[in-house]
C-alpha cells in the first residue's frame, strides 16, 4: 500500500473545495486503477497491518485524535467498511457510535450536542456511523422532522440549512485547531445497486433483519437526498475535513479507498512512540538490574507441607 498508486487511490476521491462539486459527475461503480476485488483485498490486507502500526503510536504519542464520519444511503456499506477496515485496530483505541432518530433528551439540546458528546479523546479513533450531518440530509428531506426539535419559531429561517453548513464548518475547524483529524466518507452507492442489495436482504434470512420496509420507502425521496448530499459536500468540504466521496457499488473497492484515506491522514501527522527522558532512562536501568539478580539467584523453592 505503499505505491504511487495507492498512495494517490483515496486523492482521487477526496473534495477539499466544493465549489464546483457536482454528485452527478461521481460514478458509483468507479473502480479507479484497480482491476480485481483479488488485488484490492491484498492492499487492504497490507493497509490494515499498517493502520494497526499507525493507531499504537497515535494512542501512545497521545496528542491527537482522528474522527471518521461515515454517511450514505440505506445498504450502501457504512457497516462493512467500517467493520473491514478496523479490522485490526485495538479496540481499546476505537470507539464506534452510530446516530438513528433522536431521543426525547437529544431533542432538547443543540442538534450537535449527542455527537459532540462522543467526540474521541486524545490518543483514539472515533467513528461516527452518522452524524451530526443527518440535520441537513434526513431533516432537509423531511422537513416536518425539524418541526419536533423546539426550535424557536422565529429560528426556523429559509435559510436554515445554510446557518447549519456555517455552523458544521465552524465545528470542524474548531475541532482541527484542537488537534483532531476529520475524515468524513460519502459512501456513494447507485440506486440499481441498492434495490439489489434490498432484494438480497429479503432473500437471504441470514440478512434479513437487517431490512425495514421504510428502507423502501425512503427510495422515493432519492433525488431529494441527492441533492441534499451534492450541497452538503458543497458547503463542507475543507482542506482541514475534507469529504471523500467513495464509489460504494463494489464494496471491495470502497473498503480500500477508505482505509487508504485513514492511513494517508495517520502518515502526516508524523506519528512516532514518545522518547524516554534521562531519568526513565535511570528507572528503567535500576529495574532491569533489579530483574537480573533476581534471576540470578534463582526461583524461590516452595516449602512442602508435612
Avoid at 431533516?139 to 440549512?161: F, G, S
Avoid at 474548531?174 to 432484494?199: D, H, I, M, P, T
Wanted: hydrophobic fraction near 40%; charged fraction near 30%; aromatic fraction near 10%.
Amino acid at each position: 500500500m505503499a505505491t504511487v498508486k495507492t498512495r494517490s487511490l483515496a486523492r482521487r476521491h477526496r473534495v477539499v473545495d466544493g465549489a464546483r462539486f457536482r454528485l452527478a459527475g461521481e460514478d458509483p461503480a468507479d473502480t479507479g486503477p484497480i482491476a480485481t476485488k483479488e488485488r484490492a483485498q491484498k492492499l487492504l490486507a497490507r493497509g490494515i497491518q499498517r493502520l494497526r502500526d499507525a493507531q499504537e503510536r497515535l494512542y501512545a504519542q497521545d496528542n491527537w485524535a482522528v474522527l471518521l464520519i461515515f454517511q450514505a444511503m440505506d445498504a450502501a456499506g457504512k457497516d462493512g467498511a467500517i467493520e473491514h477496515v478496523m479490522s485490526g485496530v485495538n479496540p481499546q483505541g476505537c470507539q464506534v457510535f452510530s446516530f438513528k432518530a433522536p431521543s426525547d433528551e437529544e431533542l432538547d439540546h443543540d442538534f450537535m450536542w449527542r455527537t459532540s458528546k462522543n467526540l474521541p479523546e486524545r490518543g483514539r479513533v472515533g467513528i461516527f456511523n452518522r452524524s451530526y450531518y443527518e440535520e441537513v440530509l434526513v431533516v432537509r428531506v423531511h422537513p416536518e422532522i425539524l418541526q419536533r426539535q423546539k426550535l424557536p419559531p422565529k429560528l426556523v429561517a429559509r435559510n436554515v440549512w445554510k446557518q447549519r453548513f456555517e455552523d458544521i464548518v465552524a465545528f470542524e475547524r474548531y475541532l482541527a485547531r484542537n488537534g483532531v483529524v476529520v475524515l468524513k466518507f460519502f459512501l456513494n452507492v447507485s440506486k440499481e445497486e441498492q434495490q439489489r442489495r434490498f432484494l438480497s436482504r429479503i432473500d437471504e434470512p441470514a440478512k434479513q433483519w437487517k431490512f425495514s420496509g421504510a428502507d423502501v420507502r425512503e427510495r422515493a425521496f432519492w433525488d431529494d437526498y441527492m441533492h441534499a448530499y451534492e450541497d452538503m459536500i458543497r458547503h463542507t468540504s475543507s482542506a482541514h475535513a475534507p469529504w471523500y466521496v467513495v464509489p460504494a457499488d463494489n464494496k471491495w473497492y470502497t473498503r480500500l479507498v477508505v482505509a487508504t484515506a485513514v492511513i494517508d491522514a495517520l502518515d502526516e501527522l508524523h506519528l512516532a512512540f514518545p522518547r524516554v527522558g534521562a531519568e526513565k532512562k535511570r528507572e528503567l536501568g535500576e529495574a532491569k538490574r533489579a530483574l537480573e539478580k533476581e534471576a540470578l539467584r534463582g526461583p524461590k523453592r516452595r516449602r512442602g507441607r508435612a
